[in-house]
């Protein structure tokens, strides 16, 4: 999965940089005039495209992997189900909250109706949020 930042490091030799160059050349290698992400027929080739561009970020540490803490207060079938998904997503489990990326907790008692949200990053007057419970991607 390609989270947002990804998109919006315009650095030379950035996440942008390396997203876009990863693409450009697998359209070459493929032969192919243009992108066409919306052909049935291409749906395998533009898959293996996106995996190129995720694995090259990974190898230029544009990208990392989630290292993820699950709380002991956590139910054991829950968690269960929290480390396979996490495993899915290639990421790993550690026990040293100091070195994870992510913190997972119980739900708390508030209403799951209730929204919250937090400012990403700034540019002039605008602002780039992320909304609770939705990935940043």
Partial sequence: ?????????FKAGGALCHTLGSV???????????????????MDRNVEMFLNVEKNLVQNNCL????????????????IKLKDIVKRHQGSITDDKSKATHHIYP??????EDEWLRPVTR????VLV???????R
């Fill in 130 to 136: 992320h909304w609770g419970l939705s990935p940043d």
């Fill in 123 to 126: 540019k002039d007057k605008q």
């Fill in 24 to 42: 450009y050349k697998f359209k070459s290698e493929q032969g192919w005039r243009r992108f066409d992400l919306q052909n049935p027929s291409r």
């Fill in 107 to 112: 739900s708390t008692s508030q209403q799951e």
């Fill in 1 to 9: 999965y390609l989270q947002a930042k990804c998109f919006l490091d």
């Fill in 64 to 79: 990392t992997r989630p290292t993820v803490f699950l709380s002991t207060d956590i139910e054991q079938k829950q968690a």
